[in-house]
C-alpha cells in the first residue's frame, strides 16, 4: 500500500491513498483485490488505473516496477505487496508496508488496508504537528530575538520604532501605532458593559502611575508607521483613557480589540471609530487589532494597534480596491503573538525608562557634587564643567583623525560619556582638603598678614613714643633753646624709619602675592627680617618672624611645600571617593581617568609619578583642557589670567619637556584657533541632560 498526493490540489490539501501491488499473472491476487469490497467502496472506481490518485498498480513483474518506481518518488509510500515472495531489491522492499500471500482473504486485505489508513493518519498528523512545532519553535525563537534586541535599546524612540516595526512584520499589518500613559490624577471612571466577545478580550488592568482611587488622564501618541503612507508625518497628541475611543478603551479597561470591518463593527461597542485620520490622508482602515501593553506588575503603560493585515506584505493600499483584495481580518494567532510582544515591548519601555530615570538621577548627583566642590572653592566656579566640554570637543577632534598616532583610535558613545564624567568629577577630591589651604591665594593667610602688618604699626608706634620720650628728658635736661634743635633731628629720624617701614611693607606685600619674587624685593624682605622692636613687655622681637620670611620667600604660588602636599593629595581624595561608586561597566575607567589629570608623561606628574606607557588617552585629554582653563581662567583671585596665546605658549613649553601629549596638544592648538574655547559648544548626543544653565 502507498500513499500518492492529489496532483490537481494545492500542497495544503494533497490527500494520500493506498495502493494495493500485485503482479498481472497472479489470478489470484488479482481476484482477491476486486473483490475487496473495502477498497471498491472507498478506492476503486471501476476502471484502470485513472491519472489522479493511484489504487491499484498491477505490474508485470518486479522488474516492471522498479522501472516506475522513479514515478512514486516523494509519495509516503504503504504498499501491500500480494506476493508470495519478497521483493529482491531493497529499495522496493524498503518501501513495502506488508506482504500477503496471494491467497490471502478479503476480510483479512480489507483489514490490512484500514491498518495502512490508520498508519497514513497518524503520519500525517505527526507531519502536521511537527509543523507546527517548528513554526511555532520559530515564532518562540524570533520573540526571543525580539526580547533580546529591545532589551539591548535604550534609547525611547529607537525602541518604539523597532516594537512597531516587529509587531508588523510579524502580522503582514500595513500600518501601526503607539500610545503611551501619561499619569494624571483623574479618578477612574465607571465601567461600561464588556464588549462582544468577538471584538474583545476580557481582564481589568491596572494602569501605570494608578492607584485604587487614581487613574491616568492621558494616552500619548507617541510613533506610528505606515507602509502606504511612507512620508506620513508623527504629530503628537493626547487621547484621553476612557471607552470613547479604541486605545482609550484598550488602556482603561486592559481588553485587547480585534474588528475585522472597522467601517462596519459589531453593534454595541462603547467606542466610536475615528475616521479623521483616514479622510485626511486618503486611507482606508479595516481591520484593526489593538491590545494593551502591560509591564511585569500587570500595569498598562501603553496601547500597541496595528491596521490592516495584508496577504502580501509588499503591498500597497493605494485604492479601496486595493483593500479589498489584500487586506484580512487579524487571526487569533496574530494576537496572541502580539500580546506576547506587547508584554516584552512593556518591560523593555519600563526598563529603559527606569534607566533614563537612573541617568537623571545620577546626572543630578554628578552636577549636585560639581556644584558643591564649586561653592567650597567660588574662585574655580565653572572650571568642571569647562573642561568636561573642552574636554569632550578634543576628543571629537581625535575620532575625526585619519593619520598619525591617533588614527586607530575611536571613542564610543559609553567612552565619551564616561570621559565626561571624569573631567566633571576630577577635582571631586577638593572637599578633603582643608578650606584655609584650598582657599590660599596669598603667601600668608589673611590672619597672619593683618597680625604682620599691626606688628609694623606697633613698631611705627613704639618709635614715635621712644623719641618723644627721649626729647621730654633733653627738654628738662637742657632747656628749650637746645631742645628746638634736638626735636627738628628727633622727627627727621622717626619720619626717616617710619619711611623704611613703609618700603619695606610694600615689599611684604608684593613678596606676599603668588607671583614670581623680584630680587629686590627679596633683597628688602632679607632687610626687614633683620630688624627688631620692643614689646609692650620691654622684650626686644623680631619684626618679621622666621616663619613669615619662610612663607613670604616662597619663589612662586602661595603655597608652602606642606600645603602643597596637601593640595596636591586632593587627587588621592578623588580616587578615593570615586572609588566608592558602583559604576556600571561602561563606566568603570572614570575613577582611573580622573585621579590622573595631574600625571605627566615624564613622569614629573603627581600623585604617582606615573609614565607615558600608564597614563591613559582620556587621561592626556583632562590635563591638557585642565591646565588651559586654569591658566586662562579669570575667576582666580591668587593669579591673573593669562592670554590664549600666553597660554598655549605655556602648554609648549610643557610639551617640549615631554610632560603633555604633542599630537593632542596639536589638535588642542587647532581647536582653540578655531575659536572652540570661546563659543557656545553643541550640545552632543553623549549628552543625557542640557547643562547649558549650569555651566
Same mark, same amino acid.
Given at each position: 500500500m502507498t500513499t500518492k498526493a492529489d496532483s490537481s490540489a494545492e500542497a495544503a490539501c494533497k490527500q494520500e491513498v493506498p495502493t494495493i501491488v500485485c503482479m498481472q499473472d497472479d489470478d489470484a491476487a488479482c481476484a482477491a483485490v476486486k473483490g475487496c469490497c473495502k477498497l471498491n467502496r472507498m478506492f476503486w472506481d471501476g476502471g484502470a488505473a485513472p491519472d489522479g490518485p493511484l489504487q491499484v498498480l498491477v505490474a508485470a513483474s518486479e522488474e516492471a516496477l522498479a522501472r516506475r518506481w522513479p514515478q512514486l518518488q516523494g509519495i509516503d509510500l504503504r504498499m501491500i505487496v500480494l506476493s508470495d515472495a519478497c521483493f529482491r531489491d531493497p529499495v522496493l522492499d524498503a518501501a513495502v508496508f506488508a506482504y500477503l500471500p496471494k491467497e490471502t482473504p478479503i476480510p483479512h486485505l480489507e483489514r490490512m488496508i484500514e491498518n495502512a489508513l490508520e498508519d497514513m493518519t497518524r503520519n500525517t498528523l505527526c507531519r502536521e504537528l511537527a509543523e507546527r512545532l517548528r513554526v511555532s519553535s520559530e515564532e518562540i525563537d524570533e520573540l526571543n530575538r525580539i526580547g533580546v534586541a529591545l532589551s539591548a535599546e535604550h534609547r525611547i524612540p529607537k525602541l518604539l520604532?523597532?516594537?512597531?516595526?516587529? !509587531?508588523?512584520? @510579524?502580522?503582514?499589518?500595513?500600518? /501601526? *501605532? @503607539?500610545?503611551?500613559?501619561?499619569?494624571?490624577?483623574? +479618578?477612574?471612571?465607571?465601567?461600561? !458593559?464588556?464588549?462582544?466577545?468577538?471584538?474583545? /478580550?476580557?481582564?481589568?488592568?491596572?494602569?501605570? /502611575?494608578?492607584?485604587?482611587n487614581a487613574h491616568p488622564s492621558r494616552l500619548r501618541f507617541s510613533w506610528t508607521q505606515n507602509d502606504t503612507l511612507s512620508l506620513l508625518p508623527l504629530e503628537e497628541m493626547a487621547v484621553e483613557i476612557s471607552e470613547s475611543s479604541i486605545a482609550g478603551y484598550v488602556a482603561f479597561t486592559g481588553e485587547y480589540v480585534q474588528l475585522d470591518d472597522a467601517y462596519n463593527p459589531p453593534p454595541g461597542l462603547p467606542f466610536t471609530i475615528n475616521r479623521s485620520f483616514d479622510l485626511k490622508l486618503g486611507y482606508h482602515t479595516k481591520s484593526i487589532l489593538a491590545v494593551p501593553m502591560r509591564n511585569e506588575k500587570d500595569e498598562v503603560v501603553g496601547v500597541l494597534q496595528l491596521m490592516n493585515c495584508k496577504r502580501e506584505m509588499a503591498a500597497k493600499l493605494t485604492s479601496y480596491v486595493a483593500v479589498s483584495a489584500q487586506v484580512r481580518p487579524f487571526s487569533a494567532h496574530h494576537r496572541e503573538l502580539i500580546m506576547s510582544l506587547a508584554s516584552q515591548a512593556a518591560i523593555a519601555l519600563q526598563n529603559s525608562r527606569l534607566l533614563r530615570s537612573i541617568e537623571t538621577l545620577f546626572e543630578g548627583f554628578v552636577d549636585a557634587s560639581v556644584i558643591a566642590i564649586e561653592e567650597r572653592d567660588p574662585t574655580t566656579c565653572g572650571h568642571s564643567f569647562r573642561v568636561a566640554q573642552l574636554a569632550l570637543v578634543l576628543a571629537e577632534a581625535v575620532n575625526r583623525v585619519s593619520t598619525g598616532p591617533w588614527a586607530e583610535i575611536r571613542f564610543t558613545p559609553s567612552q565619551m560619556k564616561e570621559l565626561r564624567y571624569a573631567a566633571l568629577l576630577h577635582d571631586f577630591g577638593k572637599v578633603g582638603v582643608r578650606e584655609n589651604v584650598l582657599l590660599k591665594a596669598a603667601k600668608l593667610y589673611p590672619a597672619q598678614l593683618e597680625l604682620l602688618r599691626q606688628r609694623f604699626q606697633f613698631a611705627k608706634r613704639t618709635a614715635e613714643a621712644e623719641s618723644l620720650r627721649q626729647q621730654l628728658d633733653f627738654l628738662l635736661a637742657n632747656g628749650v633753646s637746645a631742645h628746638r634743635s634736638n626735636a627738628q633731628q628727633a622727627e627727621a629720624g622717626i619720619r626717616e624709619y617710619w619711611e623704611r617701614l613703609d618700603r619695606l611693607w610694600e615689599a611684604i606685600e608684593q613678596a606676599n602675592r603668588s607671583t614670581l619674587t623680584s630680587q629686590r624685593v627679596c633683597s628688602e624682605l632679607a632687610e626687614a627680617a633683620s630688624l627688631g622692636f620692643t614689646g609692650v613687655d620691654g622684650v626686644p622681637s623680631a619684626l618679621v618672624t622666621e616663619e613669615e620670611t619662610r612663607l613670604l620667600a616662597i619663589a612662586q604660588g602661595s603655597l608652602d611645600p606642606e600645603e602643597r602636599t596637601q593640595i596636591e593629595a586632593h587627587v588621592i581624595y578623588t580616587e578615593r571617593f570615586l572609588s566608592q561608586i558602583p559604576w556600571t561597566g561602561d563606566l568603570q575607567n572614570v575613577t582611573a581617568i580622573a585621579a590622573g589629570h595631574h600625571e605627566k608623561l615624564? /613622569?614629573?606628574?603627581?600623585?604617582?609619578?606615573?609614565?607615558?606607557?600608564?597614563?591613559?588617552?582620556?587621561?592626556?585629554?583632562?590635563?591638557? %583642557?585642565?591646565?588651559?582653563?586654569?591658566?586662562?581662567?579669570?575667576?582666580?583671585?591668587?593669579?591673573? +589670567?593669562? *592670554?590664549?596665546?600666553?597660554?598655549?605658549? @605655556?602648554?609648549?613649553?610643557?610639551?617640549?619637556?615631554?610632560?603633555?601629549? !604633542?599630537?593632542?596638544?596639536?589638535?588642542? %592648538?587647532?581647536l582653540i584657533r578655531e575659536g572652540t574655547h570661546a563659543g557656545e559648544l553643541q550640545e552632543q548626543s553623549f549628552f543625557t541632560t542640557d547643562r547649558s544653565a549650569v555651566a
Open positions: 520604532e523597532m516594537i512597531l516595526t516587529k !509587531a508588523r512584520q @510579524i502580522t503582514a499589518a500595513d500600518a /501601526g *501605532s @503607539i500610545y503611551l500613559v501619561e499619569p494624571g490624577p483623574e +479618578a477612574i471612571p465607571p465601567r461600561s !458593559a464588556a464588549l462582544p466577545r468577538a471584538a474583545t /478580550g476580557h481582564s481589568l488592568p491596572t494602569v501605570a /502611575g494608578s492607584d485604587s615624564n /613622569g614629573t606628574g603627581y600623585p604617582r609619578r606615573l609614565l607615558a606607557a600608564d597614563i591613559p588617552v582620556q587621561t592626556r585629554i583632562i590635563t591638557i %583642557v585642565d591646565m588651559f582653563d586654569a591658566l586662562t581662567a579669570s575667576d582666580r583671585p591668587y593669579k591673573k +589670567a593669562v *592670554s590664549t596665546e600666553d597660554a598655549l605658549h @605655556i602648554l609648549r613649553a610643557e610639551v617640549n619637556a615631554g610632560a603633555i601629549d !604633542a599630537n593632542l596638544f596639536e589638535l588642542f %592648538v587647532e
